[in-house]
């Protein structure tokens, strides 16, 4: 990257840079929404917790430390590509190789591909290693086969899950569209995040047990309103594009965000660091995140709505039963362990509640 940025900017030509937004706002949207499979991976580093000695410093710092290289990085390639051809000349598939052909720098483009193949082991990897372990944790919960929980007593590692992973990827990279790995990939990660801004607003306001249910009906109806605002926000971009829809909606948005924010309080707050500007920044996050999935083409909606109809499939018929079980089993050991401790004690014995029902709890 640095050869890159070093070498391309040398051969910059300022009027490449004219027209500014040749596609307009739709386009700079449409190009987010496909290229935000670039940005996945920075959230690895929430996957390596137990590895990690320091955990609640080590995790926020290394997200926001390699999302803000990502960031500057990208931003700086992508400006020197830009300014190395017209952007009617880039080349879809190899466009840092073919701009330095153009420029006469066609011996810079060993270098480019040697780098870029450098880089894509790199990324395969480390994309690997966070789904090893997210296939891990699920597999300790035997939603998954139990075995892709095995950890290897010397590296300490999920062997089986990293060798499973390594070849399903393989597999799929070979057989399948980039264009539509992208999409596919961009809309699952969207909709994740606005998940997790949603589990963050429910999880500051609510806690189960002390919250009035008073206050749970506040909160469900002001996320309503806030994802409905947002979807609302989207549709009126991909359909009308009616200042009037754009103007109700962000309204119903910031009066639902600042409706949370003044009639509730925090139920719950983090110890060590936590999310700030709440609620505003997860209601953002939630806004933005469904704005740009509306910029992605319906087939790759349709292929997203199958493949999580199949997983629902297995959860509801497979997965969900196995873990019952599994925290039923495992309900019955420390029930039979802590009454051997009593035992060994000399304690009088406890009744153990029923398996089952301390499973639910």
Request: with cysteine.
């Amino acid at each position: 990257m640095i050869f890159i940025l070093i070498a391309g900017l040398t051969k910059i030509d300022t009027s490449n840079f004219q027209p500014f937004a040749p596609f307009g706002v739709h386009g700079v949207l449409r190009a987010s929404a496909m290229l935000f499979f670039a940005y996945v991976g920075f959230d690895g580093v929430s996957t390596l917790g137990e590895e990690i000695k320091n955990p609640g410093r080590d995790i926020p710092i290394g997200l926001i430390g390699s999302m803000l290289i990502t960031i500057t990085l990208y931003c700086l390639l992508s400006a020197t590509l830009c300014l190395m051809q017209p952007y009617s000349q880039l080349d879809s598939d190899a466009p840092f190789t073919i701009a330095f052909e153009a420029v006469g720098m066609s011996w810079a483009k060993y270098i480019v591909a040697f780098g870029a193949l450098k880089g894509m082991t790199t990324v395969v990897l480390a994309n690997i290693i966070g789904q090893a372990r997210y296939f891990t944790h699920i597999a300790r919960t035997h939603m998954a086969p139990p075995f892709l929980a095995v950890i290897n007593e010397k590296t300490k590692t999920p062997v089986n899950a990293t060798v499973i992973m390594t070849i399903a990827n393989c597999l799929v990279a070979f057989f399948t569209s980039l264009d539509i790995l992208a999409n596919l990939l961009s809309i699952a990660t969207l909709f994740i995040f606005s998940q997790v801004s949603i589990a963050l607003l429910v999880r500051r306001y609510y806690v189960s047990g002390e919250t009035s249910s008073s206050d749970r009906n506040k909160l469900i109806g002001f996320l309503v309103l806030i994802i409905f605002s947002s979807i609302g926000l989207a549709i009126v971009w991909v359909v009308s594009e009616s200042y009037i829809g754009y103007t109700v909606m962000a309204v119903l948005w910031f009066v639902s965000t600042l409706g949370l924010k003044l009639s509730l309080k925090q139920a719950r707050k983090p110890k060590v660091w936590g999310i700030p500007w709440m609620p505003w920044l997860p209601a953002a996050s939630i806004l933005i995140n469904i704005f740009i999935m509306s910029s992605i083409d319906g087939s790759s909606y349709i292929r997203f709505l199958v493949w999580t109809a199949i997983l629902l499939i297995y959860y509801l018929l497979v997965g969900l039963h196995a873990s019952y079980d599994a925290a039923v089993e495992n309900t019955k050991a420390r029930n039979v362990a802590a009454e051997m401790a009593n035992v060994e004690a000399g304690v009088a014995p406890v009744t153990a509640p029923n398996a089952e029902e301390a499973s639910r709890t």
